[in-house]
């Protein structure tokens, strides 16, 4: 059984089909059609919804509800168990709006109005997280919403007003029975026929050994396109991301884990805290609703050539761990990958976590990512750079690359010329640029040309160069508001 | 015309010349629905009983023509009840708008690569799309046109050429102090309308059909579905109550899947909805048209332009559908703002082997103003003064000219001072110096600042279109209800309406209604386009209040041995001389009276004419001007940009609903900034859309607003008697955001010290951006 809370009534789940996405469920189960279908890939954010589960930090008198816009569209039944669903319906409390729906009609901030259940939802979102909001802050809370009318100028402004306004609503009024409530379902035994959801390791490798036939699922956000775009069934899934193993995160000697199931807003917090420098990459990474629910790990696991996570990991010299309930091994992330979309992944096996050692003293990261769009588009060359500088020495130096080979890339080459000469000779300058001239042989493709990409590695070490020495004067190298 | 006239003389006396400013503030009717989640678009509409699901099966080459086509697997397929081909279509096959060339589904030849060739009907969505992709089509390929320099060598036209000239070209090129040619390739758009294409036909008693659709032309998808069914356009009845946004893409090319849709509802007598995908919609909807144009100057050492030889290709993609009047509204507004003193403009519309180009915010109008635009820069960077001169001392005045290149005198010029104004506001000056000294102090970044103004001409070139029904009921308890031709995309065009309404009747906008757009409640009704609708619509509803109030001036006169035409309308009261009576009463007494209280309207534009024989006459009831300043960076080493900050100044007359006008502006900038910028509609070599997902084709994310955005309106009285002398804003400003695509180029100017005028095709992306970067680079070594 799959139970959730449908705003404040109990849904529970025996008989569905195991693909059956969240916004297909609303729409054509609940007769819930205030979520809109804009794409089905979770690139427009028309689908948004937000789900609340207690916050895993605090001790259970003083719990609070997180809550987290998700793009319903690629996302399945399992991801629901033991949260609150809320819908655009479910705002508006008897006759009178909700503070977010109501400075919207403020603002004149809907147009068409298709894409406003969606961007209420992002904005509701944002309310009740509580965190105080700047326009940068709601900009990247909104990337993941599409807007064809408006410009967005008054839903900027709506969602600025609303958040630094906030006043305690119904749900904030109804938070101890909610959470009480949702307390209760993590005590049954969640999961169907088809919808496999072990809570450790051990019961993931018996579900793995069992279920022969099931695909692992950990965030969804890209399995779901098999189902939502490509027709294709998935009859029977595992879901990683109740597996407590895989989702914790640790410090310890120098080193960071990160549980492979953790999802990208999960593992923010604590990344930007030892890297800042990814903060960038990091915002610009898909979008707030895909980050809530796409892991890390599924990032990795995907193998594909432009995840913007596994270059930076190959900069930081990460390890992944693989686990098959008995034995763990591991390897560099760059050594992962062989070759497009595949991986040294084994039957039985899974990603458990992944290793990054933590930033030593004059190690300097920079991680460059150019796409055609800044929020929420796929990378043309993703290109992380660390590097580490003893006055003006080159110590160690390390570098990932994405959308330049089939799959993600280190460049031994640099370290092997680089690494005792000066950084700031313009021979550092050169040999990098020449480095990079001969390594790649990227394809043209829908996104930019291999032309195009081969001078964005040579262009993006000049920046590099340019940004991690010291001028008499400062070089502007960014335009944009991020750098 | 004539008639035209004498009955708006007549009713002068009951009508309200201005729009009351409470009045003004009114939200968008629907929003607090868009914001609830419970405004209904055609998926939302509740199930009919016995409802099925349609989807379509398309083409895998461009080109070719039909062998045979096996269904036997799609009709295996779980959950099928129908497979229909064109051979199975009891009426007309095509349904090209105005001229021929479009099959419902492919008959015989493939035209396009995606092109409809079968449908399915089945019970699931899913069963139906699973279906669609199961069907054996055996087509013999042949080798598509897929570009407009291959159209060309092909001589492959979707219609004829057309040219327009005024005064003697190539004297006036030959005497010229200096010359200059350049060309330019622009991009097309997909319109990316929120709510994909979608139509749900329900059949009714007989051979009657109850269409819902998302469309902008109702009365041409009542028209369509009643041929391809082969009945009479009164049995369908077509309900559009809002779309997801349209501009342009609902215009004619909503109408095929309704089409399909009915198609299957008649030979099953079972409700069917047809939805497409959203990749499916990229691949099978027409685009903005892409454009390849040519311009050869002549120009004085000042930088005043002598003349102007342009030349406009439009690739047109498979079939003429609205092709005709987009290359003609190109070719109109090549000159934009621009007097040029000689010129001829020369407008092709190429064929090629992609879905058929149609309609989009600007209707050809963008890709010929650029030219204009382009122009510009070309002679500034030639003399060697700032852009802004150059555009100023060309502009339409007494000192230029006034007369356009189709011969129409440019009347109610208002650039002058909106330039200034803007100019002065957006401190254009001070901040040019301030670029000037940024871009010698910094290798890397540059910036760049344009402003750029707008002259958009508004009416429909096809004059017939320019009329327009509306139906006004008056309840027993004074509440309205107003139906118009118009349709609502998210405009605002029913809370104008609404307005306009509870303007005339002097009642709130609470007591009115729009109701959805019905063909069975207003007839033979024109598209929702070329910004017309609240000037049309508008205009034929205040016709319809007027008639109303007359009747209720005329009993309540009687009544108080008063005249009619002193009878005033304000404030929920009908006050004549000392005598009021309320809103209410009126309403009641003249009901118990026996009064009608409905009507219908009606309204046609006057004043327009033009002969496209001659390329010479009036097409525009009057122009809607604007102006923008953007200022922009630029990454020299990576070509990726920002747009810093925006001032706009736009021309819409008198508001009727500012916030409202303000939303359009704002909206139309940035779907234009996108056309300009990220946007990038890719073909492989095979003639397959390959950006055709939102994964691949990037339109504006809420990060690419400007940090900065002031957006002002010019409000000046529309001259002519528009609807209370108001403007239309629907597409003029999408053309500003031509500034952005300038100073784009003129931060790549500032490379070659202002030298060059960067050849910069559009879209701009960072690629592209780059790739300018390296020419100029490598242009200033040179020399």
């Known amino acids: ?483 | 015309m004539r008639k035209l006239i004498q009955q708006h003389n007549v009713n002068e006396d009951t009508a309200q010349h201005l729009i009351t400013s409470n009045i003004k503030n009114t939200p968008h009717e629907s929003a607090v629905r868009h914001v609830s989640g419970s405004a209904r678009y055609v998926d939302d509409i509740p199930a009919p009983a016995n409802l099925a699901h349609a989807a379509i099966g398309i083409s895998s080459e461009a080109s070719g023509h039909i062998c045979s086509i096996d269904l036997t697997d799609v009709f295996a397929s779980k959950g099928v009840i129908d497979v229909i081909i064109a051979q199975d279509v009891p009426g007309q096959i095509d349904i090209g708008p105005i001229f021929k060339g479009d099959p419902v589904l492919a008959d015989k030849e493939i035209k396009f690569h995606g092109q409809p060739i079968f449908a399915v009907l089945a019970h699931t969505v899913e069963q139906a799309r699973i279906a669609a992709t199961l069907a054996k089509i055996n087509i013999i390929p042949s080798n598509p046109i897929l570009t407009i320099d291959e159209a060309q060598k092909a001589s492959s036209y979707v219609r004829p050429s057309h040219s327009m000239a005024r005064g003697n070209i190539t004297k006036a090129l030959a005497e010229a102090e200096h010359t200059a040619t350049g060309s330019l390739s622009i991009g097309g758009q997909e319109h990316l309308y929120l709510e994909g294409q979608i139509s749900m036909a329900v059949p009714e008693e007989e051979d009657r059909m109850l269409i819902f659709t998302s469309s902008q032309h109702p009365s041409e998808v009542q028209k369509l579905v009643a041929e391809v069914l082969a009945v009479k356009l009164h049995k369908i009845v077509v309900d559009m109550r809002r779309m997801g946004g349209g501009f342009g893409g609902k215009e004619t090319q909503a109408a095929q899947w309704s089409c399909i849709a009915a198609l299957l509802a008649a030979r099953n007598q079972r409700a069917v909805k047809l939805r497409l995908p959203r990749q499916q919609d990229m691949i099978v909807t027409g685009k903005r048209h892409p454009f390849e144009n040519q311009f050869h100057i002549g120009f004085t050492s000042e930088g005043n332009i002598s003349g102007a030889k342009i030349t406009i290709k439009g690739n047109c993609g498979h079939s003429p559908d609205l092709s005709d009047a987009i290359v003609d509204r190109a070719m109109l507004h090549a000159d934009n703002s621009y007097y040029l003193p000689h010129c001829q403009i020369d407008g092709h519309r190429m064929k090629t082997n992609q879905v058929s180009h149609t309609a989009f915010r600007g209707f050809g109008g963008p890709q010929g103003m650029i030219m204009a635009e382009a122009i510009m820069d070309t002679i500034a960077r030639k003399v060697g003064k700032d852009a802004l001169t150059i555009r100023k001392q060309n502009l339409y005045s007494e000192a230029t000219g006034m007369t356009t290149p189709y011969h129409m005198e440019v009347q109610d010029n208002v650039l002058h001072e909106l330039i200034e104004q803007l100019e002065s506001t957006s401190n254009y000056w001070q901040r040019r110096d301030a670029i000037t000294l940024f871009n010698i102090n910094n290798p890397i970044i540059k910036k760049g600042l344009a402003l750029t103004p707008v002259k958009f001409g508004i009416s429909f070139t096809a004059k017939h279109l320019n009329q327009a029904g509306a139906l006004v009921h008056v309840y027993t308890d004074g509440s309205i209800q107003a139906n118009h031709g118009g349709t609502e995309m998210g405009q605002g065009l029913h809370t104008k309406i609404s307005q306009i309404v509870a303007n005339e009747f002097g009642v709130s906008v609470e007591d009115v209604d729009i109701t959805s757009t019905r063909t069975d409640k207003v007839p033979n009704t024109s598209p929702t386009a070329a910004s017309s609708g609240t000037d049309l619509n508008g205009k034929a509803v205040q016709n319809a209040c007027i008639i109303i109030k007359q009747r209720l001036a005329q009993f309540f006169a009687e009544q108080v041995n008063g005249d009619p035409k002193d009878v005033l309308f304000v404030n929920n009261q009908l006050i004549l001389g000392e005598h009021t009576r309320t809103w209410f009463d009126a309403v009641q007494q003249a009901y118990i009276g026996r009064v009608s209280l409905s009507a219908t309207g009606f309204y046609k534009t006057p004043k327009i004419h033009y002969n496209r024989e001659t390329g010479q006459g009036r097409p525009f009831f009057y122009f809607a001007y604007g102006a923008a300043v953007s200022e922009v960076s630029i990454d020299t080493l990576t070509g990726e940009y920002k747009v810093d900050r925006v001032d706009i100044l736009h021309d819409v007359g008198v508001s009727l609903n500012p916030a409202i006008d303000k939303g359009q502006i704002e909206g139309g900038f940035i779907q234009g900034m996108g056309w300009l910028t990220t946007e990038d509609l890719r073909w492989d070599c095979a003639g397959k859309l390959i950006s055709n997902n939102l994964a691949t084709y990037k339109i504006p994310a809420i990060g690419d607003t400007p940090d900065i955005f002031n957006v002002d309106l010019f409000e000046k009285p529309n001259q002519e008697d528009s609807i209370y002398h108001s403007k239309a804003v629907g597409e003029p400003p999408l053309m500003l955001a031509i500034s952005v695509w300038c100073a784009l180029k003129d931060a790549l100017s500032s490379l070659s010290n202002y030298q060059i005028d960067p050849p910069l095709p559009t879209p701009a992306t960072p690629e592209r951006v780059l790739a300018c970067v390296n020419t100029l680079i490598k242009e200033v070594a040179c020399e």
């Not at chain 1, 059984?1 to 569905?16: A, C, D, H, T």
């Not at chain 1, 207690?54 to 998700?70: F, H, M, R, T, V």
């Not at chain 1, 579900?207 to 027709?231: E, F, Y």
């Not at chain 1, 010329?417 to 829908?446: A, Y």
Request: neutral net charge.
């Open chain 1, 1 to 483: 059984m799959i139970q959730f809370l449908l705003n404040n009534k109990l849904v529970s789940i025996e008989n569905e089909r195991a693909d059956t996405t969240v916004l297909h469920f609303l729409r054509d189960k609940q007769a819930l059609t205030g979520t809109k279908e804009g794409c089905a890939s979770g690139d427009c954010g028309a689908c948004t919804v937000v789900v609340a589960e207690p916050s895993s930090c605090g001790d259970n008198e003083n719990q609070q509800l997180d809550y987290k816009a998700i793009n319903s569209c690629v996302t399945f039944l399992s991801a629901l168990q033991g949260k609150q669903l809320i819908t655009v319906e479910h705002l508006s409390n008897k006759q009178s709006l909700h503070p977010v729906q109501q400075v919207m009609v403020d603002h004149n901030a809907s147009q068409c109005g298709f894409c406003t259940p969606g961007f209420v939802m992002s904005i509701f979102a944002l309310y009740k997280q509580g965190d105080s909001v700047n326009r940068l802050s709601a900009i990247n809370a909104l990337s993941g919403n599409l807007c064809r009318c408006t410009g967005y100028k008054p839903i900027i402004e709506a969602a600025l007003d609303v958040c630094n306004a906030r006043v305690a609503d119904q749900f904030s009024e109804a938070s101890t029975s909610t959470i009480a409530q949702l307390s209760a379902l993590t005590k049954t035994n969640a999961g169907t026929e088809n919808l496999i959801l072990p809570k450790s390791r051990q019961a993931l490798a018996q579900a793995i050994r069992k279920h022969h036939d099931a695909v692992l699922v950990a965030g969804s956000t890209d399995l779901a396109l098999v189902h939502t775009q490509q027709l294709q069934a998935i009859n029977k899934m595992i879901s990683v991301t109740g597996v407590k193993e895989l989702k914790r995160i640790e410090e310890a000697d120098n080193m960071l884990t990160i549980g492979a199931a953790c999802t990208l807003s999960g593992l923010q917090s604590i990344l930007l805290n030892h890297f800042p420098a990814l903060q960038e990459v990091m915002d610009r990474f898909a979008s707030v609703p895909i980050r809530n629910q796409a892991t890390i790990g599924g990032n990795i696991a995907n193998a594909s050539p432009i995840g913007d996570m596994p270059p930076i990991l190959i900069a930081l010299n990460a390890q992944v761990v693989l686990d098959n309930g008995m034995r763990y091994r591991s390897m560099p992330v760059a050594d992962f990958f062989t070759g497009y979309k595949e991986t040294k992944l084994k039957n039985n096996e899974w990603l458990d976590s992944i290793k990054i050692p933590l930033p030593t003293a004059n190690q300097i990261l920079r991680v460059y990512k150019v796409s055609k769009r800044i929020e929420d588009d796929i990378s043309a060359v993703c290109m992380a750079l660390n590097i580490t500088l003893n006055n003006n020495n080159v110590l160690d130096l390390s570098a990932g690359f994405g959308g330049v080979a089939a799959s993600p890339k280190n460049c031994l080459n640099l370290s092997n010329k680089l690494v005792g000469m000066q950084w700031s000779s313009i021979e550092s300058l050169k040999q990098g640029q020449q480095i990079l001239l001969n390594e790649f042989n990227p394809i043209d493709d829908v996104r930019a040309s291999g032309a195009y990409r081969k001078q964005l590695l040579q262009n993006l070490w000049h920046r590099f160069w340019l940004e991690t020495n010291n001028h008499e004067h400062r070089i502007e190298t960014r335009v944009s508001q991020h750098a």
